[in-house]
């Protein structure tokens, strides 16, 4: 199972930038797929998930200005972010899992979004 994500750069703020992560390895439509993400020195937060039936959950700090969406055709979630804020620079993660009788999970590698102000 790999994940890789992409779409991470330099954006100013107030900014847009959409983030891919794309699975292969097996199908994972029942998953459970987001993105967490990590700043220098802090711990790292969850900043949006999407569950297999297509239940949304964001962080506050993140609410009305990210869009988290998936295409299980294309084992691929991805989040769009826009009115980008330089304390939204971090390292986003993705990850896909599932609990069923025990956790399956996976990470991909990481992606910079540094945002100017």
């Known amino acids: 199972v790999q994940l890789q994500a992409s779409g991470g750069g330099l954006v100013q703020a107030g900014g847009s930038l959409r983030l891919s992560c794309a699975a292969s390895?097996?199908?994972?439509?029942?998953?459970?797929m987001g993105w967490f993400r990590q700043a220098p020195g802090k711990q790292r937060e969850l900043v949006a998930r999407i569950i297999g039936g297509g239940t949304t959950n964001y962080a506050d700090s993140v609410k009305g200005r990210f869009t988290i969406s998936r295409d299980n055709a294309k084992n691929t979630v991805y989040l769009q972010m826009n009115s980008l804020k330089p304390e939204d620079t971090a390292v986003y993660f993705c990850?896909?899992?599932?609990?069923?009788?025990?956790?399956?999970?996976?990470w991909g590698q990481g992606t910079l979004v540094t945002v100017s102000s």
């Open positions: 990850y896909v899992n599932r609990y069923s009788g025990r956790l399956d999970e996976y």
């Open positions: 390895g097996r199908t994972f439509s029942s998953f459970h």
